[in-house]
């Protein structure tokens, strides 16, 4: 179990079971009849609108064959990394001083500029004027060594 989980840790369990339900040809209302977890709230978990309880992580554990724990340690998992990112986002709450045209295949408003560092980075470095690349050095506090 260990193994499966550091391969998909930090994805929302709902996904999880969505791909499970498939590859047992299962149907969201069969999971929430042998759970007894109501289907609006089996839909929600596999939409991702909504996280698991760990009374209902262990119920899906048992109907779908998994290690008692399972889904309760993706949820946590997955709550951690929402957690890092929304802490990430707090430290680059403002965008950077640079042309949104950089950024045509994007809301600029909506980017995520603590999750996005690495590409924002390389877009800049890459199409950007000799101002915006100080800007991002500055911005992300990069070393000019």
């Known amino acids: 179990m260990d193994n499966l989980i550091d391969i998909i840790k930090g994805i929302h369990p709902g996904k999880f079971i969505e791909r499970e339900l498939k590859k047992k040809r299962l149907s969201q209302r069969i999971l929430a009849e042998e759970t007894a977890i109501p289907y609006q709230t089996i839909n929600a978990i596999i939409a991702g609108r909504r996280n698991l309880t760990t009374e209902q992580a262990l119920k899906i554990d048992e109907a779908l064959g998994y290690d008692e724990g399972f889904f309760a340690i993706l949820q946590t998992h997955y709550d951690i990394k929402q957690y890092k990112e929304k802490k990430l986002a707090d430290i680059y709450s403002t965008a950077p001083r640079i042309r949104k045209s950089l950024f045509w ?6 980017i995520n500029w603590a999750k996005y560092k690495n590409a924002v980075i390389k877009r800049v470095f890459e199409r950007g004027s000799k101002e ?3 800007e991002i050095t500055q911005y992300y506090n990069l070393s000019t060594k």
């Open 105 to 110: 295949d994007a809301d600029f408003n909506k």
């Open 132 to 134: 915006e690349i100080e």
